[in-house]
């Protein structure tokens, strides 16, 4: 199965904006619904949000509300998340997922993740 692969973390300072992208080679995932998820120093992963093949927004964290944007262009196979006004709980292990509905939950349609992108917010 081929995995999603994140790229564009880096380091921001607080208040700043970075965009993540997330593309897929060898499938196309233009009819999959796609989620970001994050993982920050040990907590457990997150799913920040995520975005149907139609467009249409699925929501995730309350804390990035208003501050992170989905957005996909089917046309190039990818994905973006959007950050702005980055604040240092957003530091984190970025991951793209194909996602599917699950028992009321968005999971990883997938048995596993990619590498994800490291997002470091400085304050």
């Known amino acids: 199965q081929v995995q999603p692969v994140e790229s564009g973390g880096g380091l921001v300072q607080a208040g ?8 897929a080679s060898g499938r196309t995932f233009s009819r999959d619904a796609m989620g970001w998820f ?4 040990g907590k457990e992963r997150e799913f920040v ?10 929501y995730g964290a309350d804390s990035v509300k208003g501050r992170f944007t989905i957005s996909r262009d089917n046309s190039k196979n990818m ?11 957003d530091t984190a292990v970025y991951y793209c997922a194909i996602v599917r509905l699950d028992n009321g939950r968005w999971r990883n349609a997938l048995d596993a993740w990619g590498q994800g992108t490291l997002v470091t917010v400085s304050s």
């Open 16 to 23: 700043g904006s970075l965009r993540l992208s997330c593309a």
């Open 38 to 41: 994050r993982q920050a120093p």
């Open 49 to 58: 949000g995520g975005i149907k093949w139609t467009g249409g927004i699925i």
């Open 79 to 89: 994905v973006y998340l959007q950050m702005n006004s980055a604040k240092p709980e």
